[in-house]
């Protein structure tokens, strides 16, 4: 079976709204940063809405709390953490994204591009996903 992912700029309630009508085969690609960005929701509520079975993939995202730009994770006002150990007391185990503008303030020229994608890759490896590291 073939799956199709949204990702919304709308509440998590629509976008399960939108799944009823059109099909099971709809996948939810999750941002953690877009509810509190776009001001329609809290991530911890969403995530507690959501079926895990409908999650594929979860964008690993943060920010500033101007909502201008990204920030490196657990660096910006998305609760980073809280979230990750929500999703991982889900039980979710696909694929994380990793989504951050490295070249739009707060992070550009902050460091080297490189620099940026390690310090970001070690977030995200610091935290054990459902038994292993990403």
Not at 44 to 50: A, K, N, R, V
Not at 78 to 97: L, N, P, Q, R, S
Request: net charge positive.
């Amino acid at each position: 079976m073939s799956f199709y992912t949204i990702e919304g700029v709308i509440s998590i309630e629509k976008v399960l709204r939108i799944i009823e009508k059109n099909g099971r085969d709809i996948r939810i690609c999750y941002n953690i940063f877009n509810p509190i960005r776009f001001g329609y929701g809290y991530p911890l509520q969403e995530l507690g809405m959501t079926p895990v079975e409908k999650l594929r993939p979860i964008h690993l995202k943060d920010g500033a709390e101007n909502m201008i730009g990204c920030t490196l994770l657990g660096e910006g006002v998305g609760k980073f953490f809280e979230v990750a150990e929500a999703i991982k007391t889900k039980g979710y185990t696909g694929w994380h994204f990793a989504e951050t503008y490295y070249y739009k303030a707060p992070l550009k020229g902050s460091e080297d591009r490189l620099t940026m994608l390690c310090r970001y890759n070690d977030t995200m490896r610091s935290i054990t996903w459902n038994g292993t590291s990403l």
